[in-house]
């Protein structure tokens, strides 16, 4: 069953309200962070996903663990609703700055824990790094993360050819994703995010996968001081990749044991076939 609310999309030309949907066991605002998990977890989607779409799994899983969960949809654009992560991320990591804010004044916690995919699982960098929301987290957990961006399909240097031969059709599709190019390797924004990351006093893990189409190298999501997760460690049999990495059971189990390591779960090997 999902849930029907109406969240303020904050950010853009004219502040937006648009009706949502949030997974099971998500955006519970009555909900109080316990003395065993005395953190919200934040989950945020990847590009083009919403947050009903991306945690139809973790969220659930976290919920019946015990946590105050929420989620949001972030980077949407008035033409195409329900299409996330399409605005620039700094815009993107102001939503997320505003929608933490709100977890935290209504939970009376600190700090939150932000678990993130795809796009989502850098987004919140920004946040951290340069709007003030160091403060406001403990741990940063990614799943597939780009930390330093991606070449899939080569499109770091499609892009160049598009720039050289074919620009005002680069233009058009620079427009509709605003934050594509700044996901590519070697981006400016990417050379930003890197310059302050990690940030001391943030507890990060990365999880990836080794059939990660969408992120590659699936090396770009190895950081250092990080606790790197690779999927495949003692379960060769899982196949997952980029996108049905948010509902690997694999994932859901690191998941649960990165935001509480003292009472650990045993991480399930479940051969998967999501690709890519």
């Known amino acids: 069953m999902l849930l029907t609310s109406m969240i303020v999309i ?90 933490v804010d709100e977890v935290l004044r209504k939970t009376g916690a600190s700090t939150v824990d932000i678990v993130g995919h795809s796009e989502g699982s850098l987004m919140p960098s920004y946040w951290v790094e340069y709007l003030g929301g160091a403060a406001k987290i403990t741990h940063y ?7 330093r961006g991606t070449n899939a399909f080569e499109l770091r240097t499609l892009r160049a050819v598009a720039k050289a031969f074919a620009p005002a059709w680069l233009a058009k599709v620079s427009a509709t994703c605003q934050s594509c190019g700044e996901l590519v390797m070697g981006s400016a924004f990417l050379a930003k995010i890197a310059a302050r990351l990690p940030m001391p006093g943030v507890r990060y893990t990365s999880i990836r996968t080794i059939y990660d189409l969408g992120i590659q190298p699936h090396s770009s999501a190895i950081l250092a001081g990080a606790d790197n997760i690779v999927l495949q460690d003692g379960c060769p049999g899982d196949l997952v990749g980029h996108a049905g990495a948010a509902i690997d059971p694999r994932v859901g189990g690191y998941v649960l044991n990165a935001l509480d390591a003292d009472h650990p779960v045993k991480v399930p090997c479940v051969p998967q076939y999501l690709l890519p």
């Open 141 to 147: 957990v990614g799943l597939t993360p780009l930390w």
């Open 10 to 99: 904050p950010g853009t030309a004219s502040a937006t309200v648009l009706p949502d949907l949030s997974p099971l066991g998500a955006n519970d605002w009555d909900c109080k962070p316990s003395a065993e998990h005395p953190r919200p977890v934040v989950l945020v989607h990847g590009i083009t996903a919403t947050m009903a779409t991306n945690w139809i799994t973790l969220s659930p899983l976290l919920k019946k663990h015990g946590y105050c969960v929420f989620a949001l949809n972030y980077g949407q654009k008035p033409e195409l609703p329900g299409v996330g992560g399409l605005l620039p991320v700094e815009e993107s990591a102001a939503q997320l700055g505003t929608f």
